[in-house]
């Protein structure tokens, strides 16, 4: 169950992060996150991958371990760096997740961030991401969602 969670907590970055367009050119602490990423695979015990995220950023890794407590997603692209997060998960169940699959929506704040990703993404900024984990621990988003960052 800690795996789920930590998934989950992955994707609610406010990439979070994650949940998930550039909605602007950058953040307001505070605000929702400019960023949103239209992919997100990987697993829990593995690596969690954010991909098809509107520039500035290209692509996101996150370790799927760290997420349990809101981890750290690095960011390649025109705007390298990294994004620590911190928020909570809840799950529906199934909710609209395929059979044998759990959705769990994540909320995050935006907590520290480095490198030039802060000329985009500021301290505080919030973001969201709902994704469904499979029995065998891996992660998609729910289907025609994106995950905020």
């Known amino acids: 169950m800690r795996k789920v969670m930590v998934a989950a907590a992955a994707l609610a970055i406010p990439m979070s992060v994650a949940a998930v367009g550039i909605v602007g050119a950058s953040g307001t602490a505070g605000a929702?996150?400019?960023v949103t990423c239209a992919k997100v695979s990987g697993s829990l015990a593995g690596i969690v991958h954010f991909k098809g995220c509107k520039t500035p950023f290209a692509n996101g890794n996150a370790v799927g371990t760290s997420l349990a407590t809101g981890g750290t997603i690095s960011w390649a692209g025109m705007h390298p760096g990294s994004v620590s997060l911190s928020g909570s998960v809840t799950s529906p169940g199934q909710?609209?997740?395929?059979?044998?699959?759990?959705e769990y929506d994540?909320?995050?704040?935006?907590t520290a961030v480095t490198g030039s990703a802060a000329s985009v993404i500021k301290v505080g900024d919030r973001g969201s991401g709902k994704?469904?984990?499979?029995?065998?621990?891996?992660?998609?988003?729910?289907?025609g969602s994106v995950f905020k960052v």
Do not use: D
Not at 95 to 102: D, E, H, R
Not at 106 to 110: N, Q
Not at 131 to 143: I, P
């Open 131 to 143: 994704v469904c984990v499979s029995k065998a621990g891996h992660l998609a988003l729910v289907q």
């Open 106 to 110: 994540a909320s995050e704040v935006v």
């Open 32 to 34: 929702s996150s400019p």
């Open 95 to 102: 909710g609209i997740c395929a059979t044998g699959s759990k």
